[in-house]
C-alpha cells in the first residue's frame, strides 16, 4: 500500500521585506508580493491536481499565508520554479516600468537579476502526516541555505547593506570613483522617477476614465472620490504648466519621495503598488488605501506657514493566535477526527474572519487600516488623515449653514472655525470645540441618507458617511478610540477574535507612536511587544507608550481584564471612566518611585491598586496566576516568574503610567 505524503512549503525574502518598510505603501507592497507568491504556488499544485490544505481555497486580494501545507507530493523542483518565475516576473516588469519611463544609460541589468535570483529562501519539506511534514519543514530552516549579494559602491541609507539603485548601479570603477558625481546622478534619478509615477498616478486614472465605461467610473470615483475625479476631467486639463507639474510631483513625492535613496528591493516594493505595473501581473491593488492622504509624515521641507504639522500620533498592532499547532496536533490524537479536513476548516475559517470580520473593523471608518490579515496572522493601524481641504471645502460648507440654521447662537465659532479651516484644513491646530465637532457629526448621522447636497460633499471629499463622522467627532485621532477598539476585540460578548469560532487564543502587541518615530522602528516595536505578551503567558494585549528619541513605557495585561481595569479607576474626586484624571494617580506614584518606597515589598503597590481601583481588589488576590480559566496577570503559573514582587510592583506601576498617557482626561 501506498503511504500518503503531505508537503510542507515555505519562503522568506533574504533581506526582510517588513523590517525594512519606510511607508505605509511599503507594507502593502509587502504583502502583495507575499501573498502573490504564496497563491502562485497553491495554484500550481491545485493545477497539477494535489489538495492544498492550507491554506484553503478564498479568494483573497491580499493576505494568502506563506505557510503552505499540500496532501501529495508536489514536488521541491516545481515549487521552487513558481517562486522564482513569479518573483522574476514581478522584478522585471519594475525594471522595465522604470527603464520606459525614465530616460538613463542603464547598466543595472546584472544587480536586478542578482535580486530576482537570489532575493528568497526556500524550504521544502515532506512526512506522511501534517505534522511530519511540518516537523521536517522546520528541521530544514534550521540550516539556513542562501546567498547574499555582496554590493560595492554606496548603500541605501535605510538597509545599510543594499546599493542605491541608480542606473550605473555597481558600474563604478572604486578607484576613480566620484563621490561628487554620484549624488548628482542619485538626486536627478530620484527627482525623474518621482515624477514619472506622479504623472503616471495621473494619467492612468484618466485613461481609465476615457474609456466612458460607468463601472469603471464608479470603481474610480468609489476609490479616490468624486472631488478628485471631477478634478482630473474638469480643471486639470486647463491648468497651465507650472501647476501641473506641481501637482504630478505632489502625487509623485507620495509615492517616492525625490529625496529618498532606495535599493532594489525597496524599489519593488514601492512600484508594484502602482496600478499600472501590478494589473498586468494579476496583483489588485484596491486594498491600498484610496489617495495619498494616507501618508502620516509630512514634507516638512515646503517653507509654507499655513502647511498641516506633523502632530499626528499613531498606533500600530501586530497579533498571532496562540498555540495553533498545539491545538492541530491535539486533533489529530483523536481517531474520530480527520486532520487534514479540520487544518483546511482552521485555515478557512481564519482567512474569512480576516476578510469579512478584522478588515471591516477598520477599513472604512476613518479611524484605520488592516494592513495584512493572513489567517491568525495579522498586521493593522489606527491613524486619522484628513483628505485635501480643496475636497473638504463642500462638506464643511454644508455642516457650517446647517448648523447655523439649527443653533444660530453658534454662529460666531462657526465663521471662525470655517476660516480657519480656509487658511490650515482640517487637523490638531484647527480651533473646533467638542460641542461644534461633535455637533457636525450628528448631522452627519443624521442626513447622509436623504439629503443630496450632503451625499455630494461627502463623494467629492472621497469618505463614506462613518469616515466623515469620525473625522468631524475627533479631528485628531485619540488612543482612547484605539483602547476601545481592543476592548472589543477579544471580549467574552462575541468579541471580534471570537467570530472564527475556533477555540484559540490570541496575543496582540500595540503601539501608540509619537509622529517623530521612523516607521521601521515602530515596526520593530511591534514584534517587541508581540512576543512580550507571547513570552508573559499568551492570550493578553501588550502596550507599548513609544516616545520621540526611543523611550517607552510598556504595560501587559490579560484580554478578560483590559476594560475592567482601565476603566475602573476612580480619580480622588470620585470620577471615573473617561471623566477620571489620571493624574492624581500619576503623580502619587512619581513621589512615591523617587523615594524608592516600592522596592523589596508589595503592601505600597497594592494599596495604591486598591485606593484608585476600589472595584478591582480581586485580581490581586485571585488572578497573578492562571486560576478559574482566566489567563494571569503576571502569567500563567508562579513557577514562571524570576521575581514576583518586582513583577507585581512594576506591574502596576507601569498600569499607571500607560493609564495616564492613554486614558488621561484633558478638558
Request: with cysteine.
Given at each position: 500500500m501506498t503511504?500518503?505524503?503531505?508537503?510542507?512549503?515555505t519562503f522568506a525574502p533574504v533581506q526582510g521585506f517588513i523590517e525594512k518598510s519606510r511607508k505605509l505603501r511599503d507594507l502593502y507592497g509587502s504583502s502583495f508580493i507575499l501573498s502573490y507568491i504564496a497563491s502562485a504556488i497553491c495554484w500550481e499544485a491545485r493545477c497539477q491536481g494535489f489538495w492544498v490544505v492550507s491554506p484553503a481555497t478564498i479568494n483573497l486580494t491580499q493576505g494568502t499565508p506563506n505557510q503552505i501545507i499540500i496532501k501529495g507530493d508536489f514536488g521541491k523542483k516545481d515549487a521552487e520554479e513558481v517562486l522564482n518565475s513569479t518573483w522574476s516576473g514581478v522584478t522585471q516588469a519594475c525594471r522595465q516600468w522604470i527603464e520606459n519611463k525614465v530616460p538613463g544609460n542603464y547598466s543595472w541589468r546584472r544587480e536586478w537579476n542578482l535580486w530576482t535570483n537570489y532575493a528568497w529562501e526556500f524550504f521544502w519539506g515532506q512526512g506522511e502526516t501534517i505534522t511530519a511534514a511540518r516537523s521536517n519543514l522546520n528541521e530544514i530552516k534550521r540550516s539556513r541555505n542562501w546567498t547574499a549579494i555582496n554590493w560595492t559602491g554606496e548603500s541605501s541609507t535605510l538597509s545599510g547593506a543594499d546599493a542605491i539603485a541608480i542606473p550605473s548601479l555597481c558600474s563604478n570603477d572604486p578607484k576613480t570613483w566620484d563621490y561628487q558625481a554620484q549624488q548628482t546622478e542619485i538626486k536627478e534619478f530620484y527627482r525623474q522617477l518621482s515624477y514619472a509615477i506622479g504623472y503616471n498616478f495621473i494619467e492612468h486614472i484618466r485613461t481609465e476614465l476615457n474609456q466612458k465605461d460607468y463601472q469603471i467610473r464608479d470603481r474610480l470615483i468609489g476609490r479616490y472620490g468624486q472631488g478628485f475625479i471631477k478634478f482630473l476631467e474638469q480643471r486639470y486639463p486647463n491648468i497651465d504648466g507650472k501647476e501641473r507639474q506641481e501637482l504630478i510631483s505632489q502625487y509623485g513625492s507620495a509615492i517616492i519621495d525625490p529625496d529618498e535613496e532606495l535599493s532594489i528591493p525597496e524599489l519593488i516594493k514601492r512600484l508594484i503598488t502602482l496600478e499600472a505595473i501590478a494589473a498586468p501581473l494579476q496583483i489588485y491593488t484596491t486594498e491600498i488605501p484610496e489617495t495619498y492622504r494616507d501618508l502620516n509624515r509630512l514634507n516638512k521641507?515646503?517653507?509654507?506657514?499655513?502647511?498641516?504639522?506633523?502632530?499626528?500620533?499613531?498606533?500600530?498592532?501586530?497579533?498571532d493566535g496562540d498555540k495553533v499547532g498545539d491545538y492541530l496536533k491535539e486533533l489529530s490524537k483523536n481517531p474520530n477526527i480527520n486532520p487534514d479536513t479540520e487544518t483546511n476548516s482552521l485555515s478557512h475559517a481564519m482567512l474569512y474572519w480576516g476578510e469579512n470580520h478584522l478588515k471591516p473593523s477598520l477599513n472604512g471608518t476613518g479611524k484605520g487600516r488592516i494592513i495584512y490579515a493572513g489567517g491568525d496572522d495579522f498586521l493593522g493601524v489606527f491613524y486619522r488623515t484628513p483628505p485635501d481641504k480643496n475636497f473638504l471645502k463642500h462638506l464643511v460648507s454644508y455642516l457650517s449653514d446647517k448648523l447655523v440654521k439649527l443653533s444660530p447662537k453658534l454662529e460666531t465659532e462657526i465663521t471662525a472655525f470655517k476660516q480657519d479651516f480656509k487658511d490650515k484644513g482640517l487637523h490638531k491646530d484647527v480651533k473646533?470645540?467638542?460641542?461644534?465637532?461633535?455637533?457636525?457629526?450628528?448631522?452627519?448621522?443624521?442626513?447622509?441618507?436623504?439629503?443630496?447636497?450632503?451625499?455630494?460633499?461627502?463623494?467629492?471629499?472621497?469618505?463614506?458617511?462613518?469616515?466623515?463622522?469620525?473625522?468631524?467627532?475627533?479631528?485628531?485621532?485619540?488612543?482612547?478610540?484605539?483602547?476601545?477598539?481592543?476592548?472589543?476585540?477579544?471580549?467574552?460578548?462575541?468579541g471580534l477574535w471570537k467570530q472564527h469560532k475556533?477555540?484559540?487564543?490570541?496575543?496582540?502587541?500595540?503601539?501608540?507612536?509619537?509622529?517623530?518615530?521612523?516607521?521601521?522602528?515602530?515596526?520593530?516595536?511591534?514584534?517587541?511587544?508581540?512576543?512580550?505578551?507571547?513570552?508573559?503567558?499568551?492570550?493578553?494585549?501588550?502596550?507599548?507608550?513609544?516616545?520621540?528619541?526611543?523611550?517607552?513605557?510598556?504595560?501587559?495585561?490579560?484580554?478578560?481584564?483590559?476594560?475592567?481595569?482601565?476603566?475602573?479607576?476612580?480619580?480622588?474626586?470620585?470620577?471615573?471612566?473617561?471623566?477620571?484624571?489620571?493624574?492624581?494617580?500619576?503623580?502619587?506614584?512619581?513621589?512615591?518611585?523617587?523615594?524608592?518606597?516600592?522596592?523589596?515589598?508589595?503592601?505600597?503597590?497594592?494599596?495604591?491598586?486598591?485606593?484608585?481601583?476600589?472595584?478591582?481588589?480581586?485580581i490581586l488576590t485571585q488572578h497573578l496566576w492562571h486560576s478559574e480559566g482566566k489567563t494571569g496577570i503576571l502569567g500563567n503559573q508562579e513557577a514562571d516568574c524570576k521575581d514576583v514582587t518586582k513583577s507585581l510592583n512594576n506591574w502596576i506601576i507601569n498600569l499607571v503610567k500607560i493609564g495616564f498617557h492613554l486614558c488621561h482626561y484633558q478638558k
Open positions: 503511504k500518503q505524503i503531505y508537503t510542507a512549503i521641507k515646503k517653507k509654507q506657514s499655513k502647511t498641516e504639522p506633523d502632530n499626528r500620533w499613531s498606533g500600530w498592532f501586530q497579533g473646533i470645540s467638542l460641542e461644534l465637532s461633535q455637533e457636525f457629526a450628528k448631522i452627519i448621522e443624521e442626513n447622509h441618507q436623504n439629503d443630496e447636497r450632503l451625499k455630494n460633499a461627502l463623494a467629492e471629499a472621497g469618505l463614506n458617511h462613518q469616515e466623515a463622522v469620525n473625522l468631524f467627532s475627533e479631528p485628531v485621532l485619540k488612543a482612547q478610540e484605539c483602547l476601545n477598539w481592543f476592548y472589543n476585540f477579544n471580549s467574552e460578548n462575541n475556533k477555540p484559540i487564543g490570541v496575543s496582540v502587541g500595540f503601539v501608540w507612536a509619537a509622529p517623530g518615530v521612523p516607521q521601521r522602528d515602530i515596526l520593530q516595536h511591534c514584534r517587541d511587544v508581540e512576543k512580550k505578551a507571547k513570552n508573559l503567558g499568551r492570550n493578553r494585549l501588550a502596550i507599548r507608550i513609544l516616545f520621540n528619541g526611543g523611550n517607552y513605557l510598556d504595560w501587559v495585561c490579560p484580554w478578560w481584564c483590559l476594560q475592567e481595569v482601565l476603566e475602573g479607576y476612580c480619580d480622588r474626586n470620585q470620577q471615573t471612566g473617561k471623566q477620571a484624571n489620571w493624574g492624581h494617580i500619576y503623580a502619587d506614584v512619581a513621589l512615591l518611585e523617587s523615594r524608592h518606597a516600592f522596592e523589596n515589598q508589595t503592601d505600597i503597590a497594592k494599596a495604591l491598586f486598591n485606593i484608585y481601583f476600589p472595584n478591582q481588589e480581586i
